[in-house]
């Protein structure tokens, strides 16, 4: 019966074709033995070649030790190939984000898919059961996930398979009676430090005191949720591309307004999909994050921003839901003498501004934002090149008296994460030049003017 419910899953879910080579990970507990048995009896039938996988990541001493013989004396006694590794996660780098467990799985995957591709191997069979299942829905719900947490554990992800998900630990037990299977225990899954292990041992009784069915619940709402996730996918993934508008400096544009019209299921999918793009990963939303990003973008105000995981500022510009990597990085205020004669470095935006005395205005300069003409004897104060402070003004030509800065680049809809990255050239208070941007002041220079400096940035 067991051995029949577990080739029917293999079938439903299209894990196994006929020939392949399976990396069975083998931990040496119940689930993994119980797993490598019903495949062997699998590929007898099906054909195919199995190889043993363990990593040893030394956390549990002994313990450990006594796991990696054990796994190897099987496959010896099998007459089937074992590759072990040996990591330390006792003092984890600094590179492996998160807790123990976090490290242990991210270290567990990379060995796994890198002895896939040494040994050529086709699929990646690892032992979660429907047990496992239900506890990983109810620790999503717990921490606030989307319908795509409750998914769970997916039984087909690229390489990996997880032919186990269909048995609950129950047949699991019975079956490794039964056959006479052998394994070692974890004493680490009786810790009550882990999250997962709190829900085992204390809120799962508890909630089956109220459902005698409730792994079984679980487990179905975990597919629901994959179905509809499935579905909702597809429909996000083209809304996405719909919506998008022109790349920025690294930052990622959804058009808000149609961002706003999209069905509240689509959202969340699509805010997943603009963190994956921006940064390569999504991992880490959940519902709160989703609800916060809506509420943004409904209000649609300028200048309001939220900080998503990953580093990831969303944010309103101009008429765009914004998404931005870099967006906590200002520059510094800067403010230094113009070189007259020469070159004038400014490092911080990677500029260089080339000033030369000239005899007239070149005539295919006149419209040339990224050229000004000074006239120097309507200068007192020296020259300095700066970036903008606040109450800033600038006197236009044609027009009384002096515009705020702010309200030109609020006019020229620059965003406010530039507008300390664009470069003045100021006399004293008085700004001659928003560099590439507008000229303005009284010193500009004319078909009358005589000691004329000419000031092009490179």
């Known amino acids: 019966m067991i051995f029949e419910k577990f080739c029917n899953y293999i079938k439903q879910e299209e894990m196994i074709s006929p020939g392949e080579k399976i990396i069975a990970a083998l931990s040496g507990g119940i689930d993994s033995m119980v797993m490598l048995h019903l495949l062997l009896r699998f590929q007898e039938d099906k054909g195919g070649t199995l190889v043993i996988a363990h990593l040893n990541h030394g956390l549990r001493a002994e313990e450990s030790d006594r796991d990696e013989k054990f796994v190897k004396k099987t496959a010896l006694h099998l007459g089937l190939d074992c590759h072990c590794r040996r990591i330390n996660l006792t003092n984890p780098r600094k590179t492996l984000p998160g807790n123990l467990q976090a490290a242990g799985?991210?270290?567990?995957?990379?060995?796994?898919?890198?002895?896939?591709?040494?040994?050529?191997?086709?699929?990646?069979?690892?032992?979660?059961?429907?047990?496992?299942?239900?506890?990983?829905?109810?620790?999503?719900?717990?921490?606030?996930?989307?319908?795509?947490?409750?998914?769970?554990?997916?039984?087909?992800?690229?390489?990996?398979?997880?032919?186990?998900?269909?048995?609950?630990?129950?047949?699991?037990?019975?079956?490794?009676?039964?056959?006479?299977?052998?394994?070692?225990?974890?004493?680490?899954?009786?810790?009550?430090?882990?999250?997962?292990?709190?829900?085992?041992?204390?809120?799962?009784?508890?909630?089956?005191s109220y459902n005698p069915n409730i792994k079984g619940e679980l487990n179905m709402l975990s597919q629901i949720s994959r179905d509809v996730s499935s579905y909702l996918d597809g429909n996000a993934a083209e809304a996405f591309q719909k919506i998008k508008i022109e790349p920025g400096e690294e930052v990622l544009f959804l058009d808000l307004a149609q961002f706003n019209l999209l069905p509240a299921a689509l959202k969340g999918k699509v805010v997943s999909l603009a963190c994956h793009e921006l940064s390569g990963a999504s991992g880490g939303l959940y519902s709160r994050h989703i609800l916060q990003v809506n509420v943004l973008a409904g209000r649609g105000k300028s200048a309001s921003s939220i900080d998503l995981p990953g580093g990831i500022k969303v944010f309103i510009e101009y008429g765009k839901l914004a998404f931005s990597l870099n967006e906590g990085e200002e520059i510094s205020s800067f403010s230094f003498p113009l070189n007259l004669e020469g070159e004038t470095a400014l490092s911080q935006l990677g500029l260089t501004f080339t000033s030369e005395r000239v005899s007239a205005i070149e005539e295919k300069d006149r419209d040339d934002k990224n050229v000004i003409y000074l006239d120097m004897e309507r200068i007192t104060a020296p020259l300095i090149v700066r970036n903008f402070r606040n109450g800033d003004r600038i006197k236009i030509k044609g027009m009384e008296g002096r515009k705020k800065l702010k309200n030109l680049y609020i006019d020229e809809k620059v965003p406010v994460r530039f507008r300390k990255k664009i470069p003045l050239i100021a006399a004293g208070d008085e700004i001659l030049w928003v560099v590439g941007l507008r000229h303005g002041g009284n010193a500009i220079a004319d078909c009358r003017s005589k000691d004329i400096l000419k000031v092009s940035k490179n």
């Open 105 to 208: 799985r991210e270290e567990r995957y990379a060995f796994f898919n890198a002895m896939a591709e040494t040994v050529k191997g086709d699929k990646i069979a690892l032992g979660h059961n429907a047990d496992d299942q239900a506890e990983t829905v109810l620790m999503r719900i717990i921490r606030g996930s989307g319908i795509s947490g409750m998914g769970g554990i997916p039984p087909v992800r690229e390489k990996i398979i997880r032919p186990m998900l269909c048995l609950t630990r129950k047949e699991i037990a019975a079956y490794a009676s039964k056959e006479g299977i052998l394994y070692v225990e974890d004493s680490s899954n009786l810790s009550k430090k882990y999250l997962r292990n709190q829900i085992r041992h204390e809120l799962m009784p508890l909630l089956k």
